[in-house]
């Protein structure tokens, strides 16, 4: 399983998942549909709109887990 850090752009993120986009705009975060994703950390992403960064990049792991998956 990939795991996502706040070191990836955005645009990473969404070519991983494109789901993920949900949980971003869900933060408030729209900039999955703006260039500056390209370059765009999720960290950066995540100063700039006030977001949590570690409850972002909690969702977005979780989301990556397949439903009924155990380790």
Do not use: F, W
């Not at 645009?11 to 260039?35: A, K, T, W």
């Amino acid at each position: 399983m990939n795991t996502i850090t706040k070191d990836m752009t955005i645009s990473q993120v969404i070519r991983l998942n494109p789901d993920l986009m949900h949980i971003l705009e869900g933060y408030g975060m729209g900039c999955s549909y703006c260039m500056a994703s390209l370059e765009e950390t999720i960290e950066g992403g995540a100063c700039m709109h006030g977001v949590n960064l570690t409850h972002l990049l909690t969702d977005l792991n979780l989301a990556l887990v397949p439903e009924g998956a155990t380790d």
